[in-house]
């Protein structure tokens, strides 16, 4: 019994702080209005889901409510398929089509409704009297985690795209965007995981640990919800979208490809003298009209015949710059904080990061052997 009031207060506790981050995400004015509205229906569901574990206290016995609330999970791993795009993709909207992720929902409650919906309760709890019978719940449980398969791989490959597209026109370090959306859908998968042996355990005599497992669910759910909104919200910052229909370039050289020398010293010539990677927002498309040329072929022109991603181009120019102040022993009053803003860094783990990339040592390490 422990265990289980345990769970119910676990429960109720996640139920409603997801509620009031969701009504919070709801009011917050942002820029980022759809993706705040699609991550708070994402917790409503996340919220109802959790519900089933203390929806006894007020329901005192089966209906068709708790049923059909069983089948609002159908809408959760779409929501959240929307909301990754969204985040990712400035030009990101909802659209008719998008109403096709719900078949799946609808689907599950024309199942549902022979043998649940259309029946009096005593009747249901016929059925229910011998639950490893029970097809469509089979059938729920089955689905529920085939959607989630589909969905959770659809959310890797859309960051997988965004993370090229961002490396390949964009030279700040926002790209916190994938690293935080892939520690969440990480996180989120994990949870599920657990969801799913749950699952098995139901038609298996494992029923003695699904308490524990379900007191664990809850509280690394409620752990990661609140650590993903509250840190969302505090740095808005570290999700910057890109649009969806800039094309991602071939690291592979296209047939008839060849080494532009001519226009590739030109570009080394005008970075080094101009030094354009000073400016930290400096973009694919800023770097392309200060040297008049057509954005499209400046990053062919580095991804195929510099065999690099625009990110790390502008960033070996950056640490190239750090390294002759930090040689620099006239300048040994500027501190590595300093220097990583002046060569165009703005955060003090990506600049570390990219040193040692390059160099093999941390600045400070660089600075004592130089």
């Given at each position: ?18 509620i009031l981050l969701a009504f919070f995400l709801f009011s917050v004015k942002s820029k980022n209005k759809l993706s705040n509205r699609l991550f708070a229906f994402f917790l409503i569901l996340s919220a109802i889901n959790a519900s ?51 078949i799946p929902f609808i689907v599950i409650n024309i199942v549902l409704y022979p043998r649940f919906y259309s029946l009096s309760v005593s009747e249901i709890l016929k059925i229910w009297e011998d639950f490893n019978s029970i097809w ?235």
């Amino acid at each position: 019994m422990e265990g289980v009031s345990a769970i119910t207060f676990i429960s109720i506790v996640y139920f409603f702080i997801s509620i009031l981050l969701a009504f919070f995400l709801f009011s917050v004015k942002s820029k980022n209005k759809l993706s705040n509205r699609l991550f708070a229906f994402f917790l409503i569901l996340s919220a109802i889901n959790a519900s089933a574990y203390f929806h006894n206290l007020f329901l005192t016995r089966l209906s068709n409510i708790i049923i059909a609330k069983s089948s609002l999970e159908y809408l959760q791993m779409p929501v959240l398929y929307l909301y990754v795009l969204s985040v990712c993709y400035s030009d990101f909207k909802l659209k008719s089509k998008h109403l096709l992720h719900i078949i799946p929902f609808i689907v599950i409650n024309i199942v549902l409704y022979p043998r649940f919906y259309s029946l009096s309760v005593s009747e249901i709890l016929k059925i229910w009297e011998d639950f490893n019978s029970i097809w469509e719940l089979r059938y729920l449980h089955i689905s529920i985690h085939l959607q989630f398969i589909v969905y959770i791989i659809l959310i890797f490959i859309i960051l997988k795209k965004y993370k090229k597209i961002y490396l390949q026109n964009f030279s700040n370090t926002a790209s916190k965007t994938y690293k935080w959306l892939f520690e969440f859908a990480l996180a989120f998968t994990f949870i599920r995981s657990i969801v799913v042996l749950q699952s098995i355990l139901k038609y298996v005599n494992g029923t003695n640990y699904l308490p524990k497992m379900q007191l664990i669910l809850n509280i690394a759910g409620l752990i990661i919800i609140c650590w993903y909104v509250l840190k969302a919200l505090k740095h808005p910052e570290l999700f910057n979208p890109v649009n969806s229909k800039v094309e991602v370039i071939s690291e592979k050289k296209d047939k008839g490809t060849t080494q532009n020398s001519k226009e590739v010293r030109q570009l080394t010539f005008y970075m080094e003298t101009e030094k354009p990677f000073l400016n930290a927002s400096l973009s694919i498309r800023n770097l392309a009209e200060e040297i008049q040329m057509n954005s499209r072929e400046l990053s062919v022109l580095i991804n195929q015949n510099l065999n690099q991603h625009f990110f790390d181009f502008v960033n070996e120019y950056r640490v190239k710059e750090a390294m002759e102040i930090l040689k620099n022993s006239s300048k040994n009053q500027f501190t590595v904080l300093e220097i990583l803003y002046k060569v165009g860094f703005n955060s003090k783990s990506s600049f570390n990061t990219a040193f040692k990339k390059q160099t093999g040592k941390t600045p400070t390490e660089f600075r004592k052997t130089a």
